[in-house]
């Protein structure tokens, strides 16, 4: 996936990461990984306020309180809040991206949805529809039935991390 971001910013890509992960949790670190800077990271997230600090100076309290669920039908929903366009490619790995994959496939001119099917325990994980760490089912079906590409990692992957090579 990192070649793929290479070659995407490569050829005039602007790239986003659109996970269920916390924003909170991912943005500190994707962009030393991926590439990607945190204002192009699409996640779930907390309310937070603006408050003034026993201190004097302002700060941002967290609340315990979910706003915003980027999972399943939440990814178009945040793509499109805070990106504010239809995606013209897309790659999922989980049901949790089933419907983000049917926003991308479902727009004008040509579109690409890919699924990255976990299928190798012994160099990572494999995962799909009846798995306790993950769930690919209902968004591998479709991809199936629809023609979206379906990268299986065991049998199309020589490598994948750089120390497999």
């Known amino acids: 996936m990192l070649e793929l971001l290479a070659y995407l910013h490569a050829n005039g890509f602007k790239t ?6 916390g924003i909170e949790f991912m943005r500190p670190w994707v962009e ?14 907390g309310l937070v306020q603006f408050q003034i600090g026993p201190d004097g100076k302002p700060i941002l309290m967290k609340l315990p309180k979910v706003e915003f669920i980027d999972d399943g039908p939440g990814k178009p929903v945040g793509i499109n809040r805070f990106i504010g366009r239809r995606p013209i490619l897309a790659f999922g790995n989980s049901d949790g991206d089933l419907q983000m994959l049917q926003w991308t496939a479902a727009g004008t001119g040509p579109r690409f949805a890919g699924i990255v ?21 209902k968004a591998l079906d479709e991809a199936l039935a629809k023609g979206w590409t379906v990268m299986d990692m065991k049998r199309d992957w020589k490598a994948i991390y750089s120390f497999q090579r």
């Open 16 to 21: 986003f990461i659109v996970s269920g992960g």
């Open 32 to 45: 030393k990984v991926y590439g990607i800077p945190p204002e192009q990271v699409v996640g779930s997230s």
């Open 117 to 137: 099917h976990h299928t190798d325990g012994e160099r990572e994980w494999a995962y799909d529809r009846k798995s306790h760490i993950g769930k690919l089912d």
